[in-house]
């Protein structure tokens, strides 16, 4: 079995987990449970930083010794990862016995190497970020990273030769184009490298919380020389030689992009001057802001994501397990796995609203309900339709490619494909009618169920608790995504709607869009006669890649051919669009939509659970005017 480690970076206590600090561990776990998905032998650490001169400060403040402050703090976090469904192999905490006998060690060995030296450091230190900071990299005297004073420092201290590795490190990005990720930190971080190392202060001596030098005791190993080591303790090393022959290299970093230096710069060096291989890759993914403003908690501008899960859990009526599973959802679907995303409660409530509620939720309930009428709750014997299973296994497979690069939000693309494709499979197959035709409703339902678990599973790693109920329900806890697994026969249970639409939103909604159709109850013929409404023949139709919604049709006008884009994909396949005479505003100025250019628009009847495209009554030659 192929191993795969991944990590993520190991959290300070100073702070209490935010959603933004939080959301590197979801991002972690979602990769760890999809490389188990695909039969990954995989090794997942977390942890916490603890060694830090702030926390020396706290419990100092606090009148308590630091070692009780961060066992009550560490158990905070566990305590969120826990809940947060955070499938940790390893929970690793820098005080940990283990690790603090492999950061001795490593020391003492680069010491002993002469990489390690008794110099003064004199300039600036950060103590929020634990950083030392030359004055060119101060931002008006602050801290280039969270904006807290900085402190000046002159002492002894120990020096790691950085600048020895400057042409190994600039030699070893070159030939690993990959190393770090994505290509914008590949490059902000060679370019850092080729302009020139200085070596780097490792220990500090005005503190005590922390790791001594092993052979000078007045010193403390410094945070970050700790911390960094943290991930060859998780996988043994030192202690189990064949569980870190077997995981180490890691196989992915995963960290945010404030700390891509120490991570790309310093540890590599660390690891050559030790001489043990390096990590695969390191992926720096953005930040999450809050409403448009930097999360920060001297601001106050944070938020607790169990709170937050709890709160929602009330307004949308579902359990706490699947609100955090939608918190899960919203923050792997919203941004591009790598950049900034910023975290807005209007979003939150319409990603739920449209994704969760209307297209997951409503496929499930539609097809529970209907496997209930016909044949009272039990998995009927039918046959996939080859069809369905086409289209879904392609899906499915273009969700494999974007989870194995680490596009988590396309990959949830892929995934809704096969929930409009399947809620489109409903209003197509029409079961309503196959009330006679038993053989043929079977096919149906049983096709729908087999999809839908095939896209559970493929989900699984984004929401497992709520993955995990529709699974049971199903009758299946296994997570796998190949087709005919249930259990013909039987009963499914009927669950309560998985997600129900939050009203709140709707009201609020409603109230606005009556206020404007009043607005606009009343016009003239003239206003009506500006639209150039026309009959058109739809002659190609192809889905618009990377879109969930749009499809990019060929339409003849008779004397023309125009493109046009729609918003019609979770509603119609293009196939059954050909040939098709729908009518279109011919007069609308051209706009573009996924880089596309539409020339007019198409009309279509809509409402919360049905559309259909506008068509004819009589067949009638493309280009004719409406009036
Ligand atoms: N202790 C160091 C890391 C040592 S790793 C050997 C540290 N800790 S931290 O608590 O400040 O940050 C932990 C991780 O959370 C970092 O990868 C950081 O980028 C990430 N995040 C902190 N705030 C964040 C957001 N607002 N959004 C996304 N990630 C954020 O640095």
Redesign the pocket.
Known sequence: MEKFYITT????LN?KPHI??V??AIAADVIARYKRLRGFDVFFSTGT?EHAQKIEERARKEGIDPQEFVDRASSVWRGIFDDFGISYSRFIRTSDKDHIEVVKHFFQKLYEKGDIYLGTYEGWYCVRDATFLKDSELVDGKCPICGGPVQKIKEDNYFFKLSKYQQKLSKYYEEHKNFMQPPHRYNEVKNVIESGLQDVSVSRKSFKFGVPVPFDEKHTIYVWFD??L?YLTAVGFLHDEAMFNKYWPADLHL??K??TRFHGIVWPAMLMSYGLPLPKAIFA?G??NLEGQK?SKSTGNVVNPSEFAKNFSKLAKISEKASIDVLRYYLTREVTFGQDGNFKMETYLSRYNSDLANDFGNLLNRTVSMLYKYFNGEIPNGEIDPEAKGFIENEKNKYFDEMDNYALSYGLEYLWNIVGYLNNYIQVKKPWTLKTDRKNLANVIYTLLEGIKVVTVLLSPIMPFVADTILKSLGTAELNSNWGTLGKGHKVDKLPPIFPRIEKEKINLTTKKEEKEEEKEMIEYDDFARLDLRVAKIIAAERVPKSRKLIKLTISLGDEERTIVGGIALHYNPDELVGKKIIVIKNLKPRKLMGITSQGMLLAATNENEFSLLTLDRDVKEGSKIS
């Open positions: 970076a190991i959290y300070y702070d933004g600090s959301s590197e930083d911390a960094l943290n960290i945010g404030d700390i993914h930040f999450w999360m």
